[in-house]
Each structure stands twice: as C-alpha cells, then as structure tokens.
C-alpha cells in the first residue's frame, strides 16, 4: 500500500505537525537578509498594488509564484511574520509530502519514512523551511514532478515542473535535463543500454515506445512556456528579459571564468554530498556499498531502486551541480535544494538494502543533522543554512531597537541588509523609518572611506556581514583568499574597536553570538553636541 496514494492528507497533516513544532520559536522573527532585501517587499508589493513586477526593490525577474502566495496569505489572515513563516510552512510539508511520495514511489514505505524525515532534518532544508525564500517551494515542486514522470504521468509532470519553475526559473532545469536524457535514450536500442532509461522496459514495440518517449519529452518541455511567458510580461514592463543588469552582470556575466566555475565546482559537489554533516550519510553509504551484501528478506535480496529511476536522478543532480557552478554570483547551499534530497533518498535506500540495522545508521544520521542545526561548522558558511540566521536576527533587534531608543532622530551610518531593516518599519526591527547613509560592508576600505564623510552622519551602526570562524590553515594561503575576494565576494569586517577608531566614535552599544556581532558607535562631535545642548538648557 502507497500511503501518499490511500491517505495523502493524513500524510500531510502529520508532516505539517512535525515541522511546525520545532519551527515554533522561530515564527515571529523579523524578516532575515534576501527575505527583507527583496521577496518579501515584492510579495508586498503584490499585495499594495496587484503589481507582479517589484516596485519597492529592483526586479530579478524572479516568477512571481511563491511571492503571490505569501500575498494571499496577508490578504487572508494579516500581515505580520508569523503568518509569512506558516505560509511557508505550509510550502515546506507539502514539499516533503513530495520526498515522501516520490521515495515511496521509487523505493518503500519504509525507505520514504526514513529518508522524509532526513530531509526534513538536513540543517538547510529546515532553517530554510521557514524562511521566505524560493529555493525550497521550486524544490518540493521538482519532487513532486518526478514522482509524476517515473509513474509515466504525462499531464501531471508538465503541471509540476511548470509550477517549479513558476516558483524559481532555475527550475526548468530539472526537466529540460531529463528531456535531453530522453532524446539520448531514443537511439538506444541495444538491450544492454536500453536498460537505462524508463521506456527500456516497455519491450512491447519500438513504435509504442517511440510514442511513449515523445509523450515524455512533450510534458518535460512543456514547462519552458509559462517560463518563457513571464519572461515575456517581464520584458514587456521593464524593458530586460533576465531582470536588471547588474543582477544578470553578478549572476551570470561575471561567472564565466575558468578558475571560478572549477573552484564553483568542487564547492557544489561538496554542498551535494558532504555539507553540515551530509557527509555522515553518505560516507555510511560508501562503506555500506563496499563492505556489505544486500540484506535477505525470506530468502529474496532487499531490492534497489531500479537503474532507470538511479539514472534519472543521477541526471538531475549532475545537471545541477555543474549549471549552478556556471551561474549564481553567491554559492549558496539553497541553490541545491532540489538535488540534496535525492541523494538522501539513494542512501537511506542503500542503507536500507544492505544493513540489517540501518534503522540505528538513520537514527545517527538524523542526529548529526540536528547537532548541525546548533554548530556552526570551522569554515565560512551562510547564516541561513542553520539556526545562526536567529543569531544574526536577534543581535539586529537588540542593535536596531538601542539605536532608535537612543538616537531616533540620528543619521546612521551602515550597511545592508541593515539599511532596509532601518528605514522599512514594516520588517520588523524599528517602529519608525530612520535616516540612513549606506555604504557597501565593512571591510577597511569602505570604513576608511566613510571616516572622509563622518560628518555626514551621527551614529554608526556595524555588524558582521559574514559568519566568521577561527582562522582555519587554509586561510593563511594568500592564493585561497585572493580567490575567495576576486571570485566570491569576500571581504574581512573591521572589527567594532578598530571601526570606531577609524570613524573617530565611541562604542556605546555590543553584542556578539558565535562568531557574529554587531555595534553601534556613537561619533565624537554629536557627544560634543549633546554636551552643548545640555549646557544651553
């Protein structure tokens, strides 16, 4: 019996409980980095003005899906962060709704269980699990239209992979991938290769099995043209296709060097395969697959999952790991939503196949996951791939909420993401806008280049722009870091004493939480100020 098939709501309501739960405390935090610099103010927008085109943020194109939902949500129940982050709860359990079914579809039961509730735990699928990003809702919606391509679903795999990349046009990759690996297929007429793809097993006719595969080629590429339709609406109302240019330059244009897709490269596959504690998984596979003979259940091997259906993610993991070293500006571990899962399928399945307690390697495996939730690991890795985004949430209120007490009608030096949660109320970190100059981080060129200015401004407000751990070996290697600045962005944060040097201030608010912190630093000539206007009183 397939449980997703016979009781889907009931398997819905059960996943739904068991996110909710640990996500509960988290609910009510403002919003967090590219939540508050971009999908939430156009899901806003949306909601304001019916606009799906962003007009409080520059566009990225983005489709406008998962934005729309956020919109009916506030429109339905009100705006505020705890009914954001339960929406997207709602996206999270109907996603892993997709896990479950597309490894109960592949595999068993057992195997979907097991591999459902790993997903659910892997440190980014559940920090993102609340968060109002894309990535995760584009990744469900890929789940669910593989479950519905290997069932030989035509209809229902076109619908899917559609709503994905209506989610995130990333997407699409997925199913134009599997459409090629159709297309190669079709020549493939030798039983010893046509056992590597679906119609290899429809032995009936070549002609029904011509027609089966172009029914499948149809429905994968299909979902290129609601895509290709936003595209158009977007050109239409904004005069660029792949939205603004800067967005296209960091995203695209300046990605396309040798040195930085192959240093891309190693980190997608590192982020596929061993990321915050992955590695447990799949190293237990490894040895497993190694060491050990399938399992035997009265007398019959455990099975795998067939070689059509391996193949087919396979694909789809391969095609994201080397498109998302060639495109996106910041290596996010997010990008590879889509492709964690299923390697998490394939090795609870193995795991399942060929160790006769692989219950307690599942239950190990799930508890790393959770310590990883809580550890942040001895290399620089994004706040939202675990729970140091509340970190960086929590040091912003209290920083935010000093700074408007004490100096509400300040002007405030700073950077983003903490100038949009200053002068946007709506966000949650002030109660009124405050006046802001900006600069770029705080790296020691750009503080030098505000102490020129200083009287520009007032009070200052520095925080931690990345996570940063103790200095590991490699980071003495001047190549790695001359890589990590031209290629990647990075930057080291002046600290908060040697800011306030620098800007000739104060430091009359800190706050630090592994290996992140925030300031704020109150320049000399407003004490002065201050001091003569208590004097004129």
């Known amino acids: 019996m397939q449980w997703s098939r016979t009781y889907p709501a009931l398997v819905f309501a059960v996943i739904f409980i068991f996110v909710f739960l640990p996500h509960a405390p988290l609910l009510r935090l403002p919003y967090f980095w590219d939540e508050a610099g971009y999908y939430v103010p156009a899901a806003r927008d949306i909601l304001l003005t019916a606009s799906f085109i962003p007009r409080s943020s520059v566009s990225n194109a983005h489709p406008p899906l998962v934005m729309a939902w956020l919109a009916l949500w506030w429109k339905a129940v009100g705006y505020t962060p705890l009914v954001t982050r339960t929406a997207v709860l709602v996206l999270s359990a109907f996603s892993l709704l997709g896990v479950f079914r597309l490894a109960e579809r592949v595999a068993n039961t057992r195997v979907a269980i097991a591999a459902t509730l790993c997903t659910a735990l892997y440190p980014v699928f559940f920090a993102q699990s609340s968060l109002a990003h894309v990535d995760l809702t584009a990744a469900g919606l890929i789940f669910w239209g593989l ?27 997925a199913p134009v991938a599997l459409a090629g690996w159709e297309m190669i297929g079709l020549p493939a007429r030798k039983a010893s290769l046509r056992r590597l793809w679906l119609h290899g097993e429809d032995a009936r006719s070549n002609s029904t099995s011509n027609s089966g595969s172009a029914r499948r080629i149809a429905s994968l590429l299909l979902p290129a043209l609601p895509l290709a339709l936003w595209y158009l609406y977007h050109y239409k109302h904004t005069g660029y296709v792949f939205g603004n240019p800067e ?61 059509p259906v391996q193949m087919i993610f396979y694909v789809v993991v391969l095609t994201y790991v080397v498109a998302m070293a060639l495109i996106g500006g910041a290596v996010l571990a997010r990008y590879m939503l889509p492709v964690v899962p299923l390697v998490i399928i394939l090795s609870i399945s193995t795991l399942w196949r060929r160790l006769r307690f692989w219950r307690a390697a599942v239950a190990c495996v799930a508890l790393a996951f959770v310590v990883a939730w809580f ?66 981080d705080f790296s020691l060129d750009e503080v030098l ?32 870091t001359e890589w990590k600045t031209r290629f990647f962005g990075f930057h080291r944060d002046v600290p908060p004493a040697a800011a306030a040097q620098i800007l000739g201030g104060n430091i009359v608010f800190s706050e630090r939480r592994k290996g992140q912190w925030i300031a704020v630093i109150e320049m000399e000539q407003s004490e002065m100020q201050n001091a003569e206007v208590r004097r004129q009183k």
């Open 375 to 440: 550890w942040n690991p001895p290399y620089g890795f994004s706040p939202e791939d675990n729970l140091a985004y509340r970190d960086y949430i929590v040091l912003h209120e209290d920083g935010e909420q000093f700074l408007e007490a004490r100096y509400p009608m300040a002007r405030v030096l700073t950077a983003w993401p903490a100038s949009d949660e200053l002068t946007r109320p709506w966000l949650g970190y002030t109660t009124r806008p405050m006046r802001v100059v900006r600069i770029e």
């Open 147 to 173: 479950a519905a391509y290997v069932e030989g679903q035509t209809v229902a795999t076109a619908v899917w992979f559609a709503l994905a990349a209506l989610a995130k046009e990333t997407a699409i990759l």
């Open 247 to 307: 967005f296209f330059r960091y995203n695209v244009a300046a990605t396309l060097s040798p040195t930085r897709i192959l240093l891309a490269l190693a980190m997608r596959v590192w982020q596929a395969s061993g990321y915050l504690h992955l590695w447990v998984l799949t190293l237990a596979t490894l040895l497993a697959m190694w060491m050990l003979p399938p399992q035997r259940d009265s007398g019959l091997e455990r099975r795998r999952i067939r070689l």
């Open 449 to 480: 280049s505000a102490a020129d200015f200083r009287s520009n401004y007032e009070v200052a407000l520095v925080f931690s722009t990345k996570y940063e751990p103790a200095p590991a070996r490699w980071d003495h290697w001047q190549t790695w």
